[in-house]
């Protein structure tokens, strides 16, 4: 059973480019977070998504950032005119339900490079 | 204020060593607490759940005091496989389930 699977695991993009950031759950699991973290910090959520529907976004920049998770298909984290800042590692993470046993199987990231 | 604090450290300590990392959490609406292992920034791997009554699990015991809102992993006989950050994760499932991360506590254990 293939883990979570994220692609590119590495993208390079200049200032003003757009970023699509793809991530496929775990079989049977139907519900994505996706999770940034910057150099020499900890995770920050960004935002919790169900088939075709977004649950909690308050993590998500207000501009420039979009995430969808269509019934078919990956779970898209978009980024729009992309700058330096949003240099980062940018992990997905998948669980069967929502439940309390606090196991998330993250992906192995997408590092994003901006110059 | 961060709403999970850790120590970031690093820890650096011998072989054979206990290290004991603490962590404290802000919200007292939290529900659920977990210790989560990040080597070298891969991906994090649960390591274990952490449940009022402390639970134990081999080299490693988990304590939680509600009250103090206030967490702790205690890594026995440290070996050099111990090396990783050690991230302290809390939960709301009224929030939708998502975890909360500490900025996580680097360890590094030397021969």
């Known amino acids: 059973n293939a883990g979570v699977m994220q692609n590119p695991r590495h993208l390079v993009r200049r200032r003003g480019q757009e970023a699509r950031l793809r991530c496929s759950p775990m079989k049977g699991h139907s519900h994505v977070y996706w999770y940034r973290q910057l150099p020499e910090e900890g995770l920050k959520f960004m935002v919790y998504?169900?088939?075709?529907?977004?649950?909690?976004e308050s993590g998500m920049p207000k501009e420039r950032f979009s995430a969808e998770f269509p019934k078919e298909g990956p779970s898209i984290l978009r980024i729009q005119q992309v700058v330096r800042g949003d240099s980062a590692a940018y992990f997905c993470a998948s669980s069967p339900q929502q439940g309390d046993t606090g196991e998330l199987f993250f992906g192995e990231g997408s590092r994003l490079t901006v110059l | 204020r961060k709403e999970v604090e850790q120590d970031p450290g690093p820890f650096n300590v011998p072989e054979g060593a206990t290290v004991a990392f603490n962590c404290t959490y802000s919200?007292?609406?939290?529900?659920?607490f977990f210790w989560y292992r990040q080597d070298c920034r891969k991906e994090p791997k649960l390591l274990m759940s952490v449940y009022s009554s402390g639970n134990e699990d081999g080299r490693f015991t988990a304590q939680l005091n509600r009250a103090s809102q206030y967490i702790s992993l205690l890594i026995r006989d440290s070996k050099l496989s111990d090396s990783a950050t050690y991230l302290c994760?809390?939960?709301?499932?009224?929030?939708?389930?998502?975890?909360?991360f500490g900025q996580g506590t680097e360890l590094s254990v030397k021969p």
């Open positions: 919200n007292s609406a939290s529900q659920s």
């Open positions: 998504l169900q088939k075709e529907n977004i649950i909690d």
């Open positions: 994760v809390v939960a709301r499932y009224n929030q939708g389930g998502k975890l909360i």
